[in-house]
C-alpha cells in the first residue's frame, strides 16, 4: 500500500505558472506509475498526466500537452507537476495517483489516491 499527500496547489493568474508535488510513503515508489488526474463535472476525474516507474516515459491529456510537464524523483519518493501557461479552465481539484499498468491514463486503472489540492487560475 502507498499513501498519497499532494502539495502545491493555490491562486494564480492566467498564464501563470504552479508546481504540483506528491509525497509518496509505503512500498517500494519505483513499483508505481504515477498519474496525475483532475476533477471534471459529475465527479469524473478525467487524465491530465502518467510517468512509468523509472521516469522515462511520460503521457500527457491532449488539453495539457506542451503546458504540463510530469516528472519524478524515486530517491525522495516524490512526483511533481509543473503546470504552465495557466488557463481558467484548469481550475479545479488536481490528484495524484499510483497504480501498476502502464500505460494507463483510465482511472481504475489507478489504485491509491490521494485527497487532492485545489488550482483556481484567475482571468
Known amino acids: 500500500q502507498v499513501h498519497l499527500v499532494e502539495s502545491g496547489g493555490g491562486l494564480v493568474q492566467a498564464g501563470g505558472s504552479l508546481r504540483l508535488s506528491c509525497a509518496a510513503s509505503?512500498?517500494?515508489?519505483?513499483?508505481?506509475?504515477m498519474g496525475w488526474f483532475r476533477q471534471a463535472p459529475e465527479n469524473e476525474r478525467d487524465f491530465v498526466a502518467a510517468?512509468?516507474?523509472?521516469?522515462?516515459?511520460?503521457y500527457y491529456a491532449d488539453s495539457v500537452k506542451g503546458r504540463f510537464t510530469i516528472s519524478r524523483d524515486n530517491a525522495k519518493n516524490m512526483v511533481n507537476l509543473q503546470m504552465n501557461n495557466l488557463k481558467p479552465e484548469d481550475t479545479t481539484v488536481y490528484y495524484c495517483?499510483?497504480?501498476?499498468?502502464?500505460?494507463?491514463?483510465?482511472?481504475?486503472?489507478?489504485?491509491?489516491w490521494g485527497q487532492g489540492t485545489q488550482v483556481t487560475v484567475s482571468a
Open positions: 495517483a499510483a497504480g501498476n499498468l502502464w500505460p494507463s491514463w483510465r482511472g481504475y486503472e489507478y489504485a491509491y
Open positions: 509505503g512500498r517500494t515508489f519505483s513499483s508505481y506509475v
Open positions: 510517468i512509468d516507474f523509472s521516469g522515462d516515459q511520460t
